[in-house]
């Protein structure tokens, strides 16, 4: 449905979680992350008691709607925070926060995000897709991650596991190359 | 009910305004003003701002790190900037144009964190058209003055280039820190209210930059002061314009917060006050903004910005506007 028609249904109920989120979901289709960022936040707050999928969702989403503006880490990892901390026993919000330390180079704190995250693994889906393939990504972030901090028999413990898993062509790529890699350094 | 859902369901029509991610990084459209020229052109100053409006209303239960209200801005890069794109419109309110208002020969270095003329008003007069904005980036703290951005327009190439800029000082002495939402009276060329409530209509040489005031008018006090919004067109025999009023206030950590609602005031053909509406908003969230308005074939186009961080025009069918109208004369008596 095209952005107008959404936000008139959202003008006849300007504060149901759903329909801001669908008018969020829209404005991020056509990268407009600001604007989704405004109804993504309003999802959350109008949300918190009644929509506990889309509030989670939406904090993940905003924070890669930041992402994406670029600079703003702080904010990014404040909405990420927020996530976890509202259902901390889903693993998406563990996954993201890992992935974004693996991108500071933070690898302390990206290894024991993704241990938690391995630790809260609730399987429901979520509304959106968050980039989350499945408790397989911890693994990997928990792998990359053994490797910086040290434990280089762990890390190579888990991408040989990774590496006899089905995974999806991006992480298989990425398996193999680290696993290449790092057998050649290990040695 | 808020003015989108009253104005839909009378029959208007809401047309989001938004241009190409390329040019914007996906961060702020706001505060769009809209205008119709002496030759049925529907032209929108759109404003894109390098930040992301972060506002937690409800409960406020996900703020930001820096409170429920925040102006998200590079980390490295604490300035809030401001360009604005002309746009023009078609008569479904679908764009069909946009450029970016090339300042290049006009601009200087700026000297403090607030950069770019910001909500600007269109307008046109004696055939010249201008953004006439508040701009704070000439002196190191913050100093605002309005300002005449006279514009050209290459209606072939749809290319739009600022080619002169003239600061306007302030009504003797001149000594205020912050000139904005001086709302142009489009049907006196270089007029102004610069204050509504009570009227005050200045003049402001569009060479010179000089203002002189030209009278304050008495009026009954508002509930709230009531700030300029969009500009003031006629509306059959009377002056209308939509006003703007801010709740400005601190949580218990002393971060700020706002909330902001519109009315529509109404002048007679003398520039008095005869009627102001009951407080409305257009969708119900806590930071909206308008900043234009004009006549179009029997309607009231109205454009407002959400949140900073979106643009839409709505269409205000005729009744609708009758019955606001109707309300702001009930509610002045």
């Not at chain 1, 024991?112 to 911890?138: D, F, K, M, R």
């Not at chain 1, 991006?170 to 057998?183: H, Q």
């Not at chain 2, 004009?294 to 910005?305: E, M, P, T, Y």
Request: charged content about 25%.
């Amino acid at each position: 449905m095209r952005i107008e028609q959404l936000v008139v249904e959202l003008s006849k109920d300007p504060f149901n979680p759903a329909l801001n989120f669908d008018v969020a979901v829209e404005y991020e289709k056509q990268n407009q992350t600001a604007s989704a960022v405004s109804f993504y936040l309003r999802t959350a707050e109008y949300g918190h008691e009644t929509h506990p999928a889309l509030v989670y969702a939406s904090l993940l989403k905003a924070a890669h709607c930041f992402d994406d503006q670029n600079d703003r880490q702080a904010t990014v990892s404040n909405c990420l925070l927020q996530a976890v901390a509202y259902l901390p026993y889903r693993p998406e919000g563990y996954f993201l926060l890992a992935q974004f330390h693996e991108r500071l180079g933070q690898w302390q704190e990206c290894y024991t995000w993704a241990c938690i995250g391995l630790h809260n693994q609730l399987n429901s889906h979520l509304p959106v897709h968050v980039g989350y393939e499945g408790q397989y990504v911890l693994l990997f972030e928990k792998a990359v991650s053994a490797w910086w901090i040290g434990r280089k028999d762990e890390s190579l413990e888990l991408l040989h596991k990774l590496d006899g898993m089905k995974l999806t062509h991006d992480y298989e790529v990425a398996v193999k190359s680290n696993l290449g890699r790092l057998t050649h350094v290990a040695l | 009910m808020n003015l989108v859902e009253k104005a839909v369901h009378h029959g208007g029509k809401l047309a989001p305004l938004v241009i190409p991610h390329g040019l914007t990084s996906g961060t702020g459209l706001m505060n769009p003003s809209i205008f119709i020229d002496n030759k049925g052109n529907i032209l929108v100053n759109l404003r894109h701002v390098n930040y992301t409006l972060y506002h937690a209303e409800n409960e406020q239960k996900f703020p930001s790190r820096f409170g429920p209200l925040s102006y998200l801005h590079p980390e490295k890069d604490r300035r809030l900037v401001t360009v604005n794109y002309l746009c023009r419109l078609n008569d479904d309110l679908e764009m069909t144009d946009h450029a970016k208002v090339d300042t290049s020969e006009l601009d200087v270095e700026p000297i403090w964190e607030f950069v770019g003329e910001e909500d600007c008003r269109v307008v046109q007069w004696l055939d010249d058209y201008y953004l006439v904005g508040v701009r704070r980036d000439t002196t190191t703290n913050g100093v605002g003055r309005m300002e005449y951005s006279r514009i050209e327009i290459d209606w072939d190439n749809w290319a739009v280039k600022e080619v002169r800029r003239v600061r306007i000082n302030a009504p003797a002495p001149n000594e205020s820190y912050c000139e904005k939402n001086w709302i142009p009276v489009l049907d006196k060329p270089y007029h102004f209210i610069k204050w509504t409530m009570p009227t005050e209509l200045v003049y402001a040489n569009p060479i010179s930059g000089e203002c002189e005031q030209v009278f304050v008018k008495p009026t009954a006090v508002p509930p709230r002061d009531q700030r300029g919004s969009s500009q003031v067109i006629r509306w059959g025999s009377m002056y209308i314009s939509i006003t703007h009023e801010v709740d400005l206030f601190k949580n218990y950590l002393k971060q700020k917060d706002a909330i902001y609602r519109h009315r529509l005031v109404v002048w007679d053909q003398e520039l008095n006050v005869i009627g102001l509406s009951k407080e409305f908003s257009f969708l119900d969230a806590r930071v909206e903004f308008c900043v234009g308005a004009a006549v179009h074939k029997g309607n009231l186009l109205v454009s407002f910005g959400f949140q900073d961080n979106a643009a839409f025009v709505l269409q205000v069918p005729g009744a609708v506007v009758e019955d606001l109208i109707m309300e702001a004369l009930a509610y002045e008596n």
